[in-house]
């Protein structure tokens, strides 16, 4: 039974990578990693969440926020190092996307005056 779990986890796990991949678009040319091909405009982001109010965080928001700029690290981070180990451009332009869903998180963290979980950890480390 142990071994059925464990067996059935590894397969969910290539499951969601093989979706991941097959689902990205065909276009296999590099993103750079300055976010300039992303969809997402980082200064509109920035003043859409700067004109919002500034409303008192739960702790279970505040703690929400800490795990949701970690858990995007965790995604780019894996990607980064797929890259590495297989050179397939794909990685890259997901690392870029999720590099964009973490300085995302970070603005918000930046406008409650949080401490930033990530700070300047490098690949594979974390808070």
């Known amino acids: 039974m142990k ?18 991949v097959a689902s990205c678009s065909k276009d296999d040319t590099p993103a750079n990693n300055s976010n300039k091909n992303s969809n997402i405009n980082a200064a509109n982001l920035q003043a859409q969440i700067t004109s919002l109010p500034k409303e008192p965080l739960s702790a279970a928001e505040i703690s929400s926020l800490a795990f949701m ?26 690392s ?15 406008k409650y005056s949080l401490t930033d979980p990530v700070g300047s950890n490098e690949v594979g480390e974390f808070s």
């Open 3 to 20: 071994n059925l779990l464990k067996n059935s986890g590894f397969f969910m796990l290539l499951s969601a990578l093989l979706f991941t």
């Open 69 to 94: 700029r970690e858990e995007e690290k965790l995604a780019r981070d894996v990607y980064i190092t797929l890259y590495n180990k297989w050179s397939v451009n794909i990685f890259t332009n997901i």
């Open 96 to 110: 870029n996307s999720e590099q964009t869903h973490m300085d995302a998180v970070l603005m918000l963290l930046n």
